[in-house]
């Protein structure tokens, strides 16, 4: 959210602020595969259910990376159609489903622990 609000700002320029976003889509991609696939094998359905879709759109993202672009974020393409407004709405809502996730995972683990 920063390193967009700097590119809107204009601190940034285009190519140094969409190098530094793309170096965390494809951890962010992995990150998010294997939580999703340790809620299924821990049997936390509905934990899993949530985080399906996120997950589901950080692949589909990724994959469709045009063949000419640097990356999901392209220096070129991130001021034309309002992309830069696009990615940033984007961050905010994955800001406030991983601080949603935090709480719940916070409170599974609380509750396994008294629990044992």
Known sequence: IITLSD?????????????????????EVI???????????????FIFLLNLPVA???????IMVPSGNMGVFDPTEIHNRGQLKSHMKEAMIKL?????????????????????
Not at 7 to 27: G, H
Not at 31 to 45: D, E, Q, R, Y
Not at 56 to 62: F, G, Q
Not at 97 to 114: K, P, Q, T
């Open 31 to 45: 990150g998010h595969a294997v939580v999703t696939v340790l809620m299924l094998i821990s049997l936390h359905w």
């Open 96 to 116: 406030g489903f991983h601080l949603l996730c935090f709480f719940m995972y916070l409170y599974s683990m609380i509750l396994a622990l008294i629990n044992d």
């Open 56 to 62: 589901t759109w950080n692949i589909y993202r990724y």
């Open 7 to 27: 590119l809107e700002c204009d601190y940034i320029n285009a190519r140094s602020c969409c190098s530094k976003l793309n170096k965390w889509v494809l951890p």
